[in-house]
């Protein structure tokens, strides 16, 4: 089974400021299957990056995803109020779906 | 508009069962692959089990194989999940999650049914 990291484990920013969150595999996952959500309190996941890198219908173009191998990154240029949330790396592979722990962003 | 609307959740003792049911509209149900998955108060996403769209390719997590039988019924635009022998450590909301064609990730989600374990 497939070990998903994300670091930090919380982030702490400004809104305006550019975030970097990590997600770091244990083997090499297909980048194809490599996706990011955005988890709200009180709120069901929603789907932000599919294809490591391909933006789900209606995302800002501010949410990026970028990497291959062992290691995605995904990247929210310019921080905005609403993008306060934690965040979630997922992969599929082997018959089988694994997520990261998540990453906390909070407002500095 | 895509729904999902999941139902069953509740308070159970340990060693008991449960049934979720997940209720879809607003697409082509059984065009498409679906999931179950969990998450404890507090916690990250634990992916729990999936069906095809045919009920002919099925998953589990270690975590509940032996224990969960997740089905579907196209003619009603349902989805399953028995739960038996149920712990302490299944305590979760459960989410009904509709996989997307060919991408593997899940571009929708109900808001959850609350499944709590303990005597």
């Known amino acids: 089974e497939i070990v998903l990291t994300q670091s930090p484990g919380t982030l702490s920013l400004s809104p305006g400021a550019r975030a970097t969150l990590s997600c770091r595999a244990s083997q090499s996952v297909n980048s194809r299957y490599l996706i990011w959500y955005q988890q709200k309190p009180g709120q069901a996941p929603r789907l932000l990056i599919y294809g490591a890198s391909s933006r789900a219908p209606g995302i800002p173009d501010r949410f990026s995803g970028s990497g291959s191998g062992t290691d995605f990154t995904l990247t929210i240029s310019r921080l905005e109020p609403e993008d306060f949330a934690v965040y979630f790396c997922?992969?599929?592979?082997?018959?089988?779906?694994?997520f990261g722990q998540g990453t906390k962003l909070e407002i500095k | 508009e895509v729904q999902l609307v999941e139902s069953g959740g509740g308070l159970v003792q340990p060693g008991r069962s449960l049934r979720l049911s997940c209720a879809a509209s607003?697409?082509?149900?059984?065009?498409?692959?679906m999931h179950w998955v969990r998450q404890a108060p507090g916690k990250g996403l634990e992916w729990v089990s999936s069906?095809?769209?045919?009920?002919?390719?099925?998953g589990y997590a270690d975590s509940v194989k032996g224990r969960f039988t997740i089905s579907r019924d196209n003619a009603k635009n349902s989805l399953y999940l028995q739960m038996n022998s149920l712990r302490p450590e299944d305590t979760a909301l459960y989410y009904c999650?509709?996989?997307?064609?060919?991408?593997?990730?899940?571009?929708?989600w109900g808001q959850g049914t609350l499944v709590t374990v303990s005597s």
């Open positions: 997922q992969q599929y592979g082997s018959s089988l779906y694994t």
């Open positions: 999650a509709k996989e997307s064609l060919v991408k593997r990730d899940f571009d929708y």
């Open positions: 069906i095809s769209w045919n009920s002919g390719n099925i």
């Open positions: 607003g697409f082509t149900f059984d065009d498409y692959a």
